[in-house]
């Protein structure tokens, strides 16, 4: 599939904030995103039903779902940043206009339950969106400066984005290999609901990258066992490991593997490069990875560079 770039981020551009998952739990944390991006120079636009409540949900499908189209139906919106994930985008895919988005490429950003429409974009019109930093998750507060300064290249930069210097070295490959291939992934919980589905991304030849929070190491295992009796994690170029947040046993007086040792295992099992310890996920300091550009990993040397701009 070739990608479908979205225009790069200017000073003065309109951002859009939208909830297309759950409602964030204390609205002065919007507040303080928008006045985050407005000192940056960016204009900003919040949806309508950001703060609407249906249980676990920032309101009705409908309305989430209109907040997304008038965003990317706005001209004057460059760049959609979720507020937060929790639940509830796999509800809404099959009511997406996706040639509306086709139509009206722009940056969309953001991570955990936001995997599901980053991947039915991609599989559905090519977009490259943003594994990245949400907005009343993440510019809320002050950033550090390894994902302040990526996360602003990556969405404003034509230039080809180069070697990702990491502030700490990655951990160590468990499969030691070279890969070229396209960044594909997200939530593991999210990626592998998404299996069967019309959403799901072909990520043969993929660099697959996956993270998570509050599985135990017996649920991450399963999730791994299915993609691998899929065939697919054999299929990938790379996997690539993020952070795997409060994923430890609940109780401790029972058996349990490690996840070091889940991983240890999933790795022999599929042989493909396998580098685990990266900066994504549901922790303060992360990267931001352009969903469906190439990239190329070094499991030996804990290297990954992409390998082209995100933007055009």
């Known amino acids: 599939m070739t990608p479908l770039k979205p225009p ?3 000073p003065g551009d309109l951002v859009a904030l939208v909830s297309p998952a759950s409602t964030i739990a204390d609205p002065s944390r919007i507040d303080r995103a928008v006045r985050y991006l407005e000192s940056l120079g960016y204009r900003t636009k919040v949806g309508r039903s950001v703060l ?3 249980g676990y949900l920032a309101g009705t499908d409908e309305e989430r779902v209109a907040d997304l189209h008038d965003a990317f139906g706005d001209p004057q919106v460059k760049a959609i940043l979720c507020i937060r994930g929790g639940y509830g985008t796999p509800r809404i895919l ?11 490429p722009k940056i969309f950003m953001g991570y955990s339950d936001i995997t599901a429409l980053a991947l039915a974009m991609w599989r559905k019109t090519g977009l490259v969106t943003f594994h990245g930093p949400m907005a009343g998750v993440d510019m809320a507060d002050p950033m550090d400066s390894f994902t302040e300064d990526l996360l602003w290249r990556v969405v404003t930069s034509r230039q080809k984005l180069g070697a990702i210097r ?13 890969a070229v291939g396209r960044l594909l ?9 998404s299996m069967g589905t019309p959403y799901f991304p072909d990520l043969r030849g993929a660099v697959l990258f996956i993270e998570d929070i509050g599985e135990e190491p017996y649920r991450v295992d399963r999730m791994l066992a299915q993609l691998r009796n899929a065939r697919i994690l054999s299929s990938c170029a790379a996997i690539l490991g993020g952070q795997f947040t409060d994923c430890g046993p609940k109780d401790a007086t029972k058996p349990s593997l490690t996840l070091e040792e889940v ?6 099992r599929t042989g493909r490069p396998f580098l685990g310890g990266l900066p994504f996920g549901h922790e303060a300091r992360k990267m931001t990875i ?8 070094d499991t030996g040397m804990g290297e990954l560079e992409y390998l082209e ?4």
Do not use: E
Not at 185 to 193: D, K, R, T
């Open 185 to 193: 992934g997200g939530n593991l919980a999210l990626l592998v609901s």
């Open 52 to 54: 609407s409540t249906l």
């Open 263 to 268: 991983f240890q295992d999933a790795a022999r």
């Open 166 to 178: 990491f502030p700490d070295p990655p951990g160590r490959g468990l499969v030691p290999g070279r």
């Open 8 to 10: 790069r981020l200017r």
């Open 290 to 297: 352009p969903v469906g550009i190439r990239a190329r990993v």
């Open 309 to 312: 701009a995100a933007v055009r």
């Open 94 to 104: 099959s009511m997406l206009k996706y040639p509306l988005i086709a139509r009206n």
